[in-house]
Structure formats: structure tokens, C-alpha cells
């Protein structure tokens, strides 16, 4: 089973901040992947380092559509978007999905 390690990406541009998570399997790819989606939000003078792109939890990739799994696979990861408002609990808060059985 694949594992998707998920980096939480604050970056500050064009006097917005920017907040995604960046599902990949390294650091590599999550900055080049990084840098790819801030410059297609029209910021492509910003570059993202580790500093704001941070290793912060790992999901299992059956958790994510098939289109992100499709993209995970081609790409070597995707970009999901997230509200810039900082957790209370933090920089990176884990989402924990429960399944019930009947």
C-alpha cells in the first residue's frame, strides 16, 4: 500500500498567505510541486524552501479520490488547498476519519 506523506505549506506572497498541504512521497518532490502551484496562483517570483513547506504527517493514498491517486501517480503528488487561518492547536493538525461498521 502507498503512503502519502502530507507537508503543510505556509507561504506569504503578494500580501496574501498562502496555506495548502502538499501530498508527495519526499521532500523533493513536495517543493518542486510547491513552487509549481504558487506560480500557477501568479506568484511564480516566490520560491517555497523547507522552511515554509514542512514534513508534517503521513495518510494512507487509498484515503484520496482517484483522480488525486491518478495525480500522485503521474506527477508524483498533488496540491490540496486549505484556508489561511492557522489551527489553534498548531501548524499541521492531522484529520482523523473514523469508519463505523453496521
Not at 506572497?13 to 512521497?25: E, N, P, Q, W, Y
Not at 506527477?75 to 489551527?87: D, K, R
Amino acid at each position: 500500500m502507498h503512503t502519502v506523506r502530507v507537508f503543510d505549506t505556509w507561504v506569504k506572497a503578494s500580501g496574501r498567505t498562502l496555506h495548502f498541504d502538499v501530498m508527495t512521497s519526499d521532500e523533493a518532490t513536495a517543493l518542486r510541486l510547491a513552487n509549481e502551484y504558487v506560480a500557477s496562483q501568479g506568484d511564480a517570483a516566490v520560491s517555497v524552501t523547507a522552511q515554509e513547506c514542512r514534513y508534517c504527517h503521513a495518510e494512507p493514498l487509498v484515503m484520496f479520490s482517484e483522480h488525486q491517486q491518478r495525480q500522485f501517480h503521474e506527477s508524483g503528488g498533488f496540491i490540496v488547498p486549505l484556508t489561511a487561518q492557522p489551527s489553534k492547536h498548531g501548524r499541521c493538525e492531522s484529520i482523523v476519519i473514523t469508519t463505523r461498521r453496521a
